[in-house]
């Protein structure tokens, strides 16, 4: 049983491996040790490690949220800028870092109006929590997941994407794999298993 469960974690792992660019996984990976190596403070690490996503919602948030899903939470900019050195010394990948403090300044552009949303669309972000450990205080994610993904809605049909993609101005995917960016431009997703 362990051994069945440990062949899907590594084919999970090469899956997503295969579909991150170039880089991005080894950066992740070597940054994330050598801030244990250097006892840095601050670093919380890639938003996709500190959330959930519904399963519903998980489609969605990779074709709408897609690299920002890897962005670095730290508590300050003076953590970025020592994330972002050590991402030079290790030669890594372009990363993307969102520093608390910054995240706490999003909190006064407000949140999206949802009221003119029917029963055939759901906002993305009601499917991305933050995970309880990272639920504190000192911690705040909800302005930040807001902000990423509070355009983006989840729609029952095609048609009903256009609509609010046109209309209303949301980027949305079907639950059909087909999204619609505000102003009504759309593509297809590609699926495997």
């Given at each position: 049983f362990i051994e069945n469960l440990r062949k899907k974690i590594k084919k999970n792992e090469t899956n997503l491996e295969s579909n991150l660019p170039r880089g991005v996984l080894f950066t992740?990976?070597?940054?994330?040790?050598?801030?244990k190596e250097r006892n840095v403070k601050g670093y919380y690490g890639p938003l996709i490690d500190l959330v959930d996503i519904d399963e519903n919602y998980r489609m969605a948030a990779d074709m709408l949220g897609g690299n920002k899903l890897f962005g670095i939470i730290v508590d300050s900019a003076k953590t970025a800028k020592v994330i972002l050195d050590l991402n030079k010394e290790i030669q890594g990948s372009s990363i993307t870092l969102y520093p608390q403090e910054w995240i706490n300044d999003l909190r006064t552009q407000g949140t999206r109006d949802y009221s003119a949303v029917a029963d055939d669309a759901v906002p993305l972000v009601n499917g991305v929590t933050v995970k309880e450990e990272y639920?504190?205080?000192?911690?705040?994610?909800?302005?930040?997941?807001?902000?990423?993904?509070?355009?983006?809605?989840?729609?029952?049909?095609?048609?009903?994407?256009v609509n609010y993609a046109t209309n209303q101005n949301f980027n949305c995917v079907s639950t059909d794999g087909q999204v619609v960016y505000a102003g009504a431009f759309w593509t297809r997703a590609g699926r495997f298993d």
């Open positions: 992740l990976k070597k940054l994330s040790a050598l801030v639920n504190t205080g000192s911690l705040s994610l909800q302005p930040l997941l807001h902000h990423l993904f509070g355009k983006a809605l989840v729609c029952r049909s095609y048609d009903s994407a």
